[in-house]
């Protein structure tokens, strides 16, 4: 299915000389899901009170909370799929020259003002810049009672509290890089597995790619959630091949393949562990439990 895509313009949202706006808004789930997605010509900055689901950013899913604090570049086709029935946040939306003259000052060796470049690719770069657990709200509703009160000197004030959001979010960024930090590590490797789970993870490769010891992430991942690595990645991989199973005709052996199993008779054993039956079985048994039949007419395999 192809997504719905609505375009957000800054004529909308900005008054002339004034490219700020705020939203506290509730988002409906009905509303909010994956065949929607939205393109806008500034950048936003998400704060979820409440609710949870997955944010949707590219081609990507990063599974979201209340406390994550999300920055979105404005070349970025985005989305929630709202888990919760809903979800309220606070949507700070702003173009680059409100804060353009603190940016030449805000230097780091993560380079994550960069994303403020006219130089950054949302391809090349991290495609989300995402915090847990940030204790924003406080400011949050201080910058939603400035904005909505029109004070003296109310730009200069927004501004600062802007950049203080920002800059908050740069540093939990670097702590959540550090190998010190277990459970930020563990998240990093968590949507690693959602986002790459078809590709040639390794543990030894996971551990090269976050700069630390294999030793160390398992450690660390296993402390956060009680799971391995390669289980829960091997468990990603599975959701994705019964989902393919019951969506497709295509053949067993290429499901498996393009779910990340290079090899069919472990594919078959690990479906088997993990469902009872195997993916054929597997197959036509919930298609009949469904009430649905096959599409294109296919052989089916075991």
């Avoid at 994550?68 to 070349?75: A, E, F, M, N, S």
């Avoid at 910058?143 to 908050?168: I, K, N, S, T």
């Avoid at 959701?239 to 199993?261: C, K, N, W, Y």
Wanted: proline share 3%; glycine share 8%; hydrophobic share 40%.
């Amino acid at each position: 299915m192809t997504a719905e895509i609505t375009v957000f313009r800054s004529a909308d949202f900005f008054s002339a000389g004034f490219p700020f706006a705020l939203r506290h808004v509730v988002n409906d789930g009905r509303e909010f899901h994956a065949g929607r997605r939205f393109r806008r010509e500034f950048w936003k900055l998400s704060y979820i009170i409440d609710g949870c689901g997955d944010f949707l950013i590219d081609e990507l899913r990063y599974p979201i909370r209340s406390g994550h604090l999300l920055l979105v570049h404005p070349g970025a086709v985005t989305g929630y799929d709202i888990k919760s029935g809903r979800m309220e946040l606070y949507n700070i939306l702003f173009a680059r020259e409100f804060i353009a003259a603190e940016l030449r000052e805000l230097r780091d060796d993560r380079n994550f003002f960069s994303i403020f470049s006219d130089t950054f690719h949302q391809r090349d770069k991290v495609p989300l810049y995402v915090a847990s657990d940030v204790a924003a709200e406080p400011l949050l509703r201080s910058m939603e009672d400035e904005y909505l009160r029109r004070r003296p000197h109310r730009r200069f004030m927004l501004r600062l509290q802007l950049l203080e959001l920002l800059v908050g979010l740069a540093r939990a960024e670097v702590a959540g890089r550090d190998r010190t930090a277990p459970e930020d590590l563990a998240g990093r490797v968590r949507y690693r597995i959602e986002t790459g789970w078809n590709e040639a993870l390794t543990l030894s490769g996971l551990a090269t790619e976050f700069g630390v010891s294999a030793g160390h992430l398992a450690r660390c991942y296993r402390a956060s959630g009680g799971g391995t690595v390669m289980r829960d990645l091997k468990q990603r991989r599975l959701d994705h091949a019964a989902q393919r199973l019951l969506e497709t005709d295509d053949p067993v052996e290429l499901i498996g393949f393009e779910s990340g199993f290079r090899d069919v008779s472990y594919f078959h054993r690990a479906f088997l562990a993990r469902f009872g039956c195997s993916p054929g079985r597997w197959r036509r048994e919930r298609r009949r439990h469904n009430g649905s039949g096959t599409g294109s007419g296919t052989n089916l395999t075991e």
